[in-house]
């Protein structure tokens, strides 16, 4: 949700044929309650005087974290009007995609070189062809130390003036595996969220 919208939230659940979580919150009937944990929304934004200070920003969203990511990137691009992002969403198909609707709204609103995305996906059926199907801004593969490296090259040469973060959304495993990417890229990892909030990033 809109972090700034005050007295009502939307929830999106992602059903997975195996999972038991969304299985179990797809079959609860209006009146019925569930405890749900907060989601990183406010986390990824930290403070608004966090947001004027960073620059560039490069999120990896993982399957059903771009829910996360979608509402902290208007805002953080509505803060900062010299800023830029590049997301990368991953899945494993085209068909897990969502919320692009969304996506291509943001790029409409702030324009492809303040807010460029790249749909990656790993498990597509190999006789399709990626981009000749569904658009330039699709590749196959996975999120791997040569990607990265080929996405944010341009950013090595400021990766140091403690204006650029880094960001991953996505499972345990995921945000392991990336931010150990990133890393070895020379990004340092630091706590930036603000007290009460728990969560880490990497900001050179």
Not at 64 to 85: T, W
Not at 132 to 154: H, M, N, P, T
Request: contains cysteine; positive net charge.
């Amino acid at each position: 949700s809109d972090p700034n919208r005050v007295g009502e939230f939307d929830i999106c659940v992602k059903i997975y044929p195996s999972g038991w979580v969304s299985q179990y919150l797809s079959k609860l009937e209006v009146g019925q309650s569930a405890y749900i944990t907060s989601t990183r929304t406010r986390e990824l934004l930290y403070t608004r005087d966090n947001c004027k200070a960073t620059q560039r920003c490069g999120w990896f969203a993982f399957g059903i974290g771009i829910a996360d990511v979608i509402h902290a990137s208007r805002e953080f691009l509505s803060q900062n009007l010299q800023s830029e992002i590049i997301l990368i969403y991953a899945n494993k198909k085209r068909s897990d995609v969502i919320f692009q609707d969304e996506i291509e709204a943001l790029k409409k609103e702030f324009g492809s070189d303040r807010f460029s995305v790249i749909y990656l996906v790993s498990r597509e059926n190999p006789e399709v062809d990626v981009l000749a199907q569904y658009g330039s801004e699709f590749r196959r593969g996975r999120v791997d130390l040569e990607f990265c490296k080929e996405i944010f090259s341009k950013w090595s040469q400021t990766m140091n003036e403690g204006s650029t973060r880094m960001e991953v959304v996505g499972t345990k495993e995921m945000m392991k595996q990336t931010y150990s990417i990133l890393k070895s890229l020379g990004f340092n990892k630091k706590l930036l969220a603000p007290k009460g909030l728990k969560g880490t990033c990497f900001q050179s």
